[in-house]
Structure formats: C-alpha cells, structure tokens
C-alpha cells in the first residue's frame, strides 16, 4: 500500500527566536513510519521539527509550521490509500509574526492568536481522500468522549486515543498505551508497550482495515 504519515510538532513563530510549539517528540508517527517501510509498504513521512534520525527506505517531507504541514499533505495525499495523522499540529499561531525579538518592556504581553488549517479535517472534503483515514486524540481529559467526536466530525475510519496526562507515556516518552475507536465497533484499548511493538501493532490493523475498506 501507499500509507502517507505525519509526525511530530509544529513550530508557530512569534519573533525570529521564539515559537509556540508542544512536547510531541515524533516518536510515534517515526515508529509507524519504520513500521509500515518494514512490511513492505510505500511510505511518505511529513514530519515537523524533531531530534529523531531521519529513517531510510521512505519519502521524507520535513515542515515547520502548520500551514506548511497542510501543503505537505495537500501535495501527497492524492494517491495515497491510507493517511495517518498522528502529528501534533497547533491549533493556533500568532496573527503576526514580530520582524525583530521582542523586547522585555512591559509586565505583561498580550498575543492574539489564530486558528491554524484543520489538515485532519480537510482529508475528505477539502482534499477528496476517500482511502482509510486515521487520526489521533491526545487528550487529558474525557478521553473517548473526544475521540468519538473527532472520528464523527472528521470523517476517519478509525481515531487512535491515547492519555498524555499518564505519566510515562504519549509526548517524549519510548512507549504508549492507546484505544482504537472505529464508527460502528466498541472501544479496543491496547496494552502499554514500547512505541515500536505498538507501532508494528497498529500498521498490521490500519493495512487489514484498509484492505477490508477497498472490497467494500
């Protein structure tokens, strides 16, 4: 199969030597990527700013900002026959970038923020993907209640959940435990384990779904 992935954070610049950004370490979506290149699958990784070694066998696509994460996947998608969004993309960056540092003037300092593209939810209606689309809800809260709303809302066939406020797993850490939530099936949770046993977990379930999806 032809799997396009996306791992890692975004970078959404303030000034020219500060940014918003958040604690994804990229681990995840680099273990699905090896994953998939090691079963024999086409792999496009589009990753954002990591300290991870680039993986050899694939395409790489390597971004900074949400909006250049969106026009990575808008220029691969087509073609694909399953899209994995596991990448930590920022809901927001500054309306305006400072040409110069910003200055320690003030008590305090107010940013105005914007919403960044929704890459997730343009796959189907903005982009036209009609292969098997996953997402993924890293959430602190309320876990399922998010996952089921994001599957219902942006059109995926299967929405992976995961629990950063556990300690030891999800952002920065070398394992994770998540819950597979599908449209019309119960919750499947899998067991705490490294990202890679995970990650070889998971691409034998997304590529056997997706199979399943281009008989139907």
């Known amino acids: 199969m032809k799997i396009l992935i996306t791992a890692g954070p975004t970078r959404e610049p303030l000034d020219p030597v500060r940014y918003l950004t958040n604690r994804s370490s990229g681990k995840m979506g680099y273990a699905l990527a090896e994953a998939a290149r090691d079963r024999g699958h086409e792999v496009t990784l589009i990753s954002g700013p990591v300290s991870l070694p680039m993986p050899e066998g694939l395409t790489m696509v390597k971004v900074e900002t949400a909006r250049q994460m969106y026009e990575a996947v808008s220029s691969h998608l087509s073609g694909q026959d399953t899209a994995i969004f596991s990448a930590a993309v920022a809901d927001y960056r500054p309306v305006a970038r400072a040409e110069q540092k910003i200055k320690k003037t003030g008590e305090t300092l107010t940013l105005t923020l914007e919403k960044t593209e929704d890459i997730l939810g343009s796959a189907r209606g903005v982009f036209g993907f009609t292969g098997y ?13 998010h996952a089921h709303d994001k599957l219902a809302r ?3 066939d299967l929405v992976i959940a995961n629990d950063v406020s556990q300690v ?6 070398t394992e994770n435990e998540v ?9 499947f949770p899998l067991p705490r384990q490294s990202k890679a046993a995970l990650a070889r977990e998971l691409i034998a379930f997304i590529t056997q779904q997706a199979a399943l999806k281009k008989t139907l």
Do not use: H
Request: hydrophobic share 40%; glycine share 12%.
């Open 154 to 156: 942006k059109g995926c």
């Open 179 to 187: 819950t597979l939530c599908l449209p019309d099936a119960s919750p």
């Open 168 to 173: 030891g797993i999800g952002f920065d850490s």
């Open 133 to 145: 689309l996953v997402g993924f809800a890293a959430e602190t809260e309320r876990l399922l209640e």
